[in-house]
T-cell receptor, first 111, second 113 residues
Framework: QKEVEQNSGPLSVPEGAIASLNCTYSDRGSQSFFWYRQYSGKSPELIMFIYSNGDKEDGRFTAQLNKASQYVSLLIRDSQPSDSATYLCAVYGNQGGKLIFGQGTELSVKP | DAGVTQSPTHLIKTRGQQVTLRCSPISGHKSVSWYQQVLGQGPQFIFQYYEKEERGRGNFPDRFSARQFPNYSSELNVNALLLGDSALYLC????????????FGSGTRLTVV
């Protein structure tokens, strides 16, 4: 079992729809969770950080964390073509600041 | 403020050669981490340095080494290059060892031929 798992996609949604991205993790002791956005040919950009159970909202983005079920999700409301990118889920591993990434979910927002 | 800067941006090397990649963190950031990202995969952790000491090492062979300098900049060295070392090498910085996420540099694209 991979430590962090994501569906690779691609996930295709129409413009204006809600995009839902999911991630599961294997280490029940994980505390901090991150969503990064990566445009093709670019480096990852941090968009959300969550460590408490429940929802965290930032603009059109909502991160949801459920530690009992060991999943974290990212909702993007009113999706725009500019949201088309690969979304990476990451958690801290057992070595200091080591981040463990999932393989990423490719999102395509169609006009 | 300048972000995380990496050099060079692109590099082509021959199998068996050695390469040095450089990273300057955001001013004030004391933690520098290195990640390798191959096409279609998420970044894989290579090293973390904090306050000039190695604080973590990923599952990479001894051909990979790194160091952090007194000004907190860092170098990643890879010896005896293999074709499989072709990847995007990312440097990430943060204030602390385990903070609220890292800021990544734009990366160095290494191609081994």
């Amino acid at each position: 079992q991979k430590e962090v798992e994501q569906n690779s996609g691609p996930l295709s949604v129409p413009e204006g729809a809600i995009a839902s991205l999911n991630c599961t993790y294997s280490d029940r002791g994980s505390q901090s969770f991150f969503w990064y956005r990566q445009y093709s040919g670019k480096s990852p950009e941090l968009i959300m950080f969550i460590y408490s159970n429940g929802d965290k909202e930032d603009g059109r983005f909502t991160a949801q964390l459920n530690k009992a079920s060991q999943y974290v999700s990212l909702l993007i409301r009113d999706s725009q073509p500019s949201d088309s990118a690969t979304y990476l889920c990451a958690v801290y591993g057992n070595q200091g600041g080591k981040l463990i990434f999932g393989q990423g979910t490719e999102l395509s927002v169609k006009p | 403020d300048a972000g995380v800067t990496q050099s060079p941006t692109h590099l082509i090397k021959t199998r068996g050669q050695q390469v040095t990649l450089r990273c300057s963190p955001i001013s004030g950031h004391k933690s520098v981490s290195w990640y390798q990202q191959v096409l279609g995969q998420g970044p894989q952790f290579i090293f973390q340095y904090y306050e000039k000491e190695e604080r973590g090492r990923g599952n990479f062979p001894d051909r990979f080494s790194a160091r952090q300098f007194p000004n907190y900049s860092s170098e990643l060295n890879v010896n005896a290059l293999l074709l499989g070392d072709s990847a995007l090498y990312l440097c990430a910085s943060s204030l602390a060892m385990q903070g609220k996420g890292y800021t990544f540099g734009s990366g160095t694209r290494l191609t081994v031929v």
